[in-house]
């Protein structure tokens, strides 16, 4: 079965407990171009999977997933802001599909009340890139300021720029690098990633913070990554207390299918494993 719409997202709109949306920006992209196919390779990939997720005992034809399509990019951050805020007003959980990481904090915005958890290669803490304080490479810093003091946390770093280095140790931010990932692993980091992070969360998966070797297809790759199992052994962890998510950078034109697939099964993976923490 292919089809225009994520897997298992058969839902009307009102029934929803989960709703997808794509948002194929891609404007700023400075290495490989092509993130804007995003959502439609990762809806693509989607149906190579069975709904029952076995090792959760969670069927995703039995969650309410209402997929509202593709927004048209032509005011990315109001039709975002906007679309995140009726979500959450009707107390849905919001999953966008990127795109390029700039529309992550379009979204992050539309919350009054959240701690922010990322997995990417980059620390993107730049003010700007190219006179643009939007590009894909600021996007925590943009989050940080729309944050209002809740925290951010960015995991599998490995990729930061000097200026970066010296501004995050200036402001305080807390960061865990790929390096660190791999020396505490799952457990502690889990542990870590509690103390680091209250409240609620809103989780955005930059696709590159994983190893290229898992997920080739990406704009900027970076080699030394970390494993996909402690993303989603993560993601698994914290998905109850996770009101918003999102997945971004997927790069079709890079992809082979299996940068697609590994979104896609990870987007399934946060319905499941968050509907199995709230039957708890
Ligand atoms: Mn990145």
Redesign the pocket.
Known sequence: MGGTLFSDATAALKDSKYVIFGAPLDITGTHRRGTKKGPESIRHESYTFEPFVPDLDIDLEEVDIYDMGDLPMKNPRKEISEAVREIIGAEKVPIMMGGE?SVSPYAVEAFSDVSVLVF???L?YREELHGDPNN?AC?TMRMRHVLKGKPILPVGIR?ICKSEFIQAKHDGLNYITADKVRELGTKRLIDLIEDLLPGKLYISV?I??IDPSFAPG???P?PYGIDPIVVRDVIRHFAGRAVGFDMV?VCPPADNGNTAALAARLIKDFIAAREKELMK
Request: aromatic residues 0%.
């Open positions: 990481h990417d290669a980059h993107d894909h996007a990729s930059d590159d913070g990406v704009g900027t970076e950078e």
